[in-house]
């Protein structure tokens, strides 16, 4: 089972930007589609982005689309999420995941399920990190 820890989460005004990164280990995330989420307490998780194993597209949330941007550097085993122009809305904890190695299949390979908000609940899940944006 890969591991993965989130860091980059912090305090932050309004309009301004953060980089979260996805740190994985136990595998290799270019073999994964990954995907990132957020949660206010009281609220259900929501999917934000996802970016396929191999080609296709990736998938944004309509709350952050060009504003927030996913990556993936291979080399250092690590996803990130750029996030810009920062609004109060986006405070939560955010965490990333990738559906593999449980679930496999295009479905999963690509990002139908983030597109569906079908969290996979038996993928691998980092433990989260706080983004706090203050008015």
């Known amino acids: 089972q890969v591991q993965l820890e989130e860091s980059g989460g912090a305090l932050v005004q309004s309009g301004g930007s953060l980089r979260l990164s996805c740190a994985a280990s136990g595998g290799t995330l270019a073999d994964y589609a990954i995907g990132w989420f957020r949660q206010v307490p009281g609220k259900a998780r929501e999917v934000i982005s996802c970016?396929?194993?191999?080609?296709?597209?990736?998938y944004y949330k309509d709350s952050v689309k060009g504003r927030f941007t996913i990556s993936r550097d291979n080399a250092k085993n690590t996803a990130y999420l750029q996030m810009n122009n920062l609004k109060p809305e986006d405070t939560a904890v955010y965490y990333c995941a990738t559906p593999q190695p449980f679930y496999t299949g295009s479905y999963y390979w690509g990002c139908y399920w983030a597109a569906a908000d079908d969290a996979p609940e038996q993928g691998s899940w980092g433990q989260g990190t706080q983004v706090t944006v203050s008015s």
């Open positions: 970016m396929p194993r191999r080609d296709g597209n990736t």
